[in-house]
């Protein structure tokens, strides 16, 4: 019977969405999974091959748990804020929505026409204002709560409110920005104003001055992942380190928790040591260094008790106390390195760990352990967000402080006593000198650091304490296509909007750059200020700072909707609250992720964040969002590439290439012939038109293509179109082939040729339903051996799938078909369980022969077929006869015999007989179900 793929596909597709049959209910009858991939990004290109290959594996594991019995939650959505949509909309003037609107229909014809198991009805972007409206009320929660470090978890800032009217500062512990220290009563008389000040150092979300990664051209700051080699990735404009006040979130009040939360998750080790890496624990001292001006410097060290071999101090270019400490004999060059050190963004000046530079300040610190005069200098590798922006230089005991010390010519001083063991040796001992002295003779290391600190506390210039590398993440971005800041204001103060008034919505502007005053495009809106005693968004010109104000002109960052998306799909349409919170302590964690690595700090630390602070503010009870997390590997593409006489318009065939100066240039692989190597070259003098009069050096009348496997990407040329897989192989082949290609976390190649094979298979098991035309299954007990061949596939497909191993399921299904042709078998009760074995993974062919099998629902509640082991039992067995270890020959025998059965058989076996001859046996040796051994 002819598999007619696409009339199949056709079919189920509009069944699936005219009868809703992914639609899940929140009823609590059943127990729950949840199920979810990474929130794409809807791009004008739309999914290529390699896009789909995650969401075929949750997809397949979704439709299992269905099988099971779980009410399965499995969303869709987009992360439809971006900076793509806003760079198209300045180049072309289309609003950023439209083409996001288009975007996402091109993105949801093709996730349909792969046969995806969503509930389309709980769809969100993150561009929708009725999303964004809780994108901003969590931020007013985030604005109006500090962290309370005595609870340990996040307060509403009423709490704080009321310590400091009842005790000022005293006794309080929390994160903050500044140490501050004032008593009640000062607290009672300070104005609103210097109120609400004070509390921007506790809010979670706060405004502060912060050194950015600034990009001109494109009017907005940057991401460290969006900048490569200086530069944005975005056009390859030019990128600065620069001052600006902007809106930030208190991750670091986090990290210690985030640290620990990895315990409990179920994700990769290498995710888990990036986040770890990235949120950098470290143990030491805080330890203030007065300087000949008065002026105090205070550093975080994690050897303080290298503090005698401290020879210089370096401040971070962007540090405040430079300005301070520069004298004016070395202005000019501490100006001249600040503004070359802009041009750096701080992953670079990280990543250049051999290369050091720097100026000196003209100013000297004091060493308050030995009293040495030790200069003050910048350099670009002490960050200002890392610890307090200053390091005591120890260079006989660091790598970049003893590139530092040589290239200035400072002193370095080795820290070793005679019988003290600090664990290094300094990098280059004819340069270094030993300190003499008893402070720490006889102690080990740890008990010389506890010594040092407990001095340090004793002389009252610093303490012990912990640190994190991690800062807090800015929360700013100068671009329209953004969700707008719920914030207003007045004399110069934040103040939130009220909930009534969300969501604040973009308003429409005439461009989409920055205005001629610098403010972001958002300066570019007519209505868009805030009137206080009539609650409402009126007319930018009637501002008067006295009941109308400025509302904020930056707009969130991309990773704002995706922090708390995976919630909203629990309650996607309630106006009310983000979530009902029934509903997600029903749903809780999502019980498996699958997304790229690539996330490890952005979204994956930001979500772990977010959710953290709902959690502390009562919202909901998971701690954690992501119980497992699967990183997906790439799949990559086969490129193709022509071989350009240099200087000349002429092609030469690969085989010949060899024998020419040639330069190797990518071609679309949309113009090879069919699924060869060989070269339209007509097709190829069509696609640009410095081809139009390429001539081509062909071999035996072919002009045949390198290839070369690499990432799939436009820029390559060696895209696939689902699309195209899909009309001429069917959305069952793509989903089977992706998963055959191999493990799910590794990269594999893509081949199209591979395709066949897949599709060949889908052939057979068709058939095995039909004779000739007709649709043949008989109602007739099968065989033992066609059980045992429908089980062993039940078992190996069950460990599969939990396992994540969906290749090998693959595989699996193909030998199962293969035995089940052989044996001629056509019995139901093989056949309907079959069918629901494949269907997590070829939904439409099989609810096409479920359908066919008199069913007249769905395959997807069908309950999943339980293994009979008993079927797999051998019912005889293959046994090895051995005479003193040496196999001689086999023997089957029932499986069920004892030893004394056997040895009374094989003492009766003429084969037995021959091979002893006229020996005595000493020892018979029986292992059930493996081995005969006849020791003679």
Known sequence: MFYDHQQIEKKWQKYWEDNQTYKTSNSTDKPKFYVLDMFPYPSGAGLHVGHPLGYIASDIYARYKRHQGFNVLHPVGYDSFGLPAEQYAIQTGTHPAITTEQNITRYEEQLRKIGFSFDWSREVRTSDASYYKWTQWIFIQLFHSWYNKNTDKAESIETLIKHLEEKGT??????????????????????EIEKEEILLNYRLAFRAETTVNWCPALGTV?????????????????VFQKKMMQWSMRISAY???????????????????????????????????????GEIIEVFTTRPDTIFGATFMVLAPENP????????EQATEIANYIEETSKKTERDRMADVKNVSGAFTGSYAINPFNGNKIPVYISDYVLMGYG?????????????????????????????????????????????????????????????????????????????????????AIFS????????????????????LPNSALPLELPEVEKYLPTEDGDPPLGNAKTFAWDEANQKVVDTDLIDDKTVFPLELSTMPGWAGSSWYFLRYMDPNDDEVFCKKELSDYWGQ???YIGGSEHATGHLLYSRFWNMFLNDRGYIEQNEPFQKLINQGMILGMSAFVYRIDGTNQYVSKNLAKDYKTQAIHVDVSLLKGTTDELDTEAFKAWRPDYGD?????????????????????????????????????????????????????????NTQGLSGVYGFLKKFWNLYFDGDNFSVSDEEPTKEEYKVLHTLIKKVVYDIENFSFNTSVSSFMIAVNELQKLKCNKRNILQPLVVIISPYAPHICEEVWNLLGNGTSIEFEQFPMLDESYLIEDEIDYPVSFNGKMKFKIKLASDLGKEEVEKLMMENDDVKKFLGDKSVKNFIFVPRKIINIVI
């Open 590 to 592: 999502v019980d498996l």
């Open 388 to 472: 307090t922006g200053a390091v005591m230089a120890v260079p006989a005991h660091d790598e970049r402080d003893h590139r530092f010390a040589k290239k200035f010519n400072l002193e370095i001083i080795k820290v070793v006593e005679s019988d003290v063991d600090v664990q290094e040796e300094a990098y280059d001992s004819k340069d270094s000198v030993c300190v003499n002295s008893d402070f720490l003779n006889g102690l080990n290391y740890n008990d010389a650091k506890a010594k040092i600190i407990a001095e340090i506390e004793n002389k009252g210039i610093g303490h012990g304490t912990t640190n994190y590398r991690q800062r807090d």
């Open 321 to 328: 106390l430079v300005q301070n400490l520069t004298t004016e």
């Open 222 to 238: 940057l991401a460290n992942d969006e900048i490569k080699d200086g530069k944005s990735e975005r056009g390859g404009f030019p």
């Open 170 to 191: 005293e006794g309080l512990e929390a994160n903050q920005n500044d140490e501050l220290n004032f008593t009640s009563e000062e607290w009672k008389n300070y104005s």
């Open 477 to 496: 971005r100068q671009r329209y296509w953004g969700e707008p800041v719920p914030i207003y204001y007045k004399e110069g103060m934040p103040y939130t």
């Open 694 to 750: 390429a001539e081509f050096i062909l071999e035996e009348g072919k002009y045949i293509t390198g290839r070369e496997v690499e990432k799939m990407s436009k820029s390559k040329y060696n895209v696939v179109n689902p699309d195209d897989i899909c009309n001429e192989y069917g959305a069952d082949g793509l989903r089977l082939y992706e998963m055959f290609l191999g493990p799910l976390e590794q990269s594999k190649p893509w």
């Open 255 to 293: 990290s210690e928790r985030l640290l620990q939360g990895l315990k409990t998750l179920d994700w990769p080790q290498p995710l888990k040591d990036s986040q770890e890496y990235w949120i950098g624990k470290s143990q030491g001292a805080q330890v203030r260094f007065a300087t000949e001006n």
